[in-house]
């Protein structure tokens, strides 16, 4: 992500003492998963919100200039114009966070969100993702490039060698998964994420976001997220600057169920043929 916080000195001998009860933090993810976390009336309204926290994202071998193209027009115009006016929501500007792509596509989602005159903001996956296991130098080139490109958001695979050895790096944000894993995005590890922004921002007072990121495709789960983050961090992480969602079919979920909220019945494929 772009940088925000000008650097706080590392205290690892507080990380050193930081221990997790993990009997508790499974308890409180299967709290969480349990749970109705927003009442029917309001579903509409929380995944339309959920809807503005979307990194739309295409991360396929085969992405052409076409296919990010459609991705960035429905990254503009996520939910279908008649179903927001039936929600009074028509003309809220409603968006995706941002849409995130190859550090190579980056240009495409430039000049197609440009030519509609759109100013959603363009993320990349640089740095060897999604292993980065390639060398500094590259690394940083790859960044360079795709900032050069016009790339405000830099989705940055951590040196996890660095990690798994007590080398710890900062950040802006900090994501579960780079979503090309077996397991990605899961609640136990994001209550743990959770807490140490809380407590670092404690410590500290700078604010890191949280991308829960890989395996997230249905409206319900986007709630579960969005009620962990307002439970264990407050409403002042529910904002884009602070909190995204990455994700590449959760959007055609909450469409279809924003269409059945609106009209009473499920969508039929051609009912949402942009998703």
Known sequence: MSARNGGTEL??????????????VLRRAEQIQARRTVKKEWQAAWLLKAVTFIDLTTLSGDDTSSNIQRLCYKAKYPIREDLLKSLNMHDKGLTTAAVCVYPARVCDAVKALKASGCTIPVASVATGFPAGQTHLKTRLEEIRLAVEDGATEIDVVINRTLVLTGQWEGSDFIKTSTGKETVNATFPVAIVMLRAIRDFFWKTGNKVGFKPAGGIRNAKDSLAWLSLVKEELGNEWLTPELFRIGASTLLLDIERQIYHHVTGRYAAYHDLPMS
């Open 11 to 24: 205290d690892l001998s507080w990380i050193s003492k930081i221990q997790v009860n993990q009997p508790a």
